[in-house]
């Protein structure tokens, strides 16, 4: 297929998306210079192979799929210099040894922090199909894992979320929050 590839077909399809992006970025890695330097990454290598974009496609799930493989490449990379290890042990005796309670004076700020707790895994689907509103089909497809692990870590994470954040629900006078209940049962 050869087609002319312009800066302003470029523009049009890739750039509308960049907040987005950024923000997932930033929950992803949570610090926003690193976030910086990914998202520039994630353009660049869609500006390269901006030739095998089919026009008219989901761009937005392409530059994600672009994201998650830059995101995957620089976690191998620090795992294999053996940071990463050193990062999740400290990650798990923090988290293992903290069970602080919820405040009904819960902020935004703090809600975000209940997000950027959960394992990566989880949070990485809870942001794709809650925040950014992609499809389950979508999701499996940026990630390259399949549908049911998708669900599976969906409903994980949002349990996780849930629990975390059980007090806030009882604090708008939620009846069961933090018992497990599903939505339904607690309406």
């Not at 819960?106 to 809650?130: G, H, K």
């Amino acid at each position: 297929m050869d087609r002319e590839i312009t800066a302003e077909g470029f523009e049009a399809e890739a750039m509308p998306h960049l907040d987005d992006l950024f923000r997932t970025a930033v929950r992803l890695v949570m610090d926003r210079t690193e976030a910086e330097d990914l998202v520039q990454e994630v353009y660049l290598q869609a500006w390269k192979s901006f030739d095998r974009y089919e026009p008219g496609t989901n761009c937005r799930a392409w530059l994600y799929k672009i994201l998650f493989n830059k995101l995957n490449h620089q976690r191998r990379q620090k795992y294999s210099q053996g940071r990463l290890l050193q990062a999740d042990d400290a990650l798990v005796a923090e988290t293992v040894a903290y069970d602080a309670p919820v405040r009904p004076d819960l902020t935004d700020e703090e809600v975000i922090e209940a997000l950027d707790q959960m394992p990566a895994i989880f949070r990485e689907v809870v942001l794709l199909a809650d925040v950014e509103e992609f499809s389950y089909k979508e999701v499996a497809e940026v990630l390259g894992i399949p549908i049911g692990t998708v669900m599976s870590r969906l409903s994980r994470g949002r349990k996780q979320l849930r629990d975390a954040l059980s007090g806030v629900a009882a604090h708008y006078g939620i009846k069961g929050a933090g018992r497990g209940e599903s939505p339904a049962t607690l309406a």
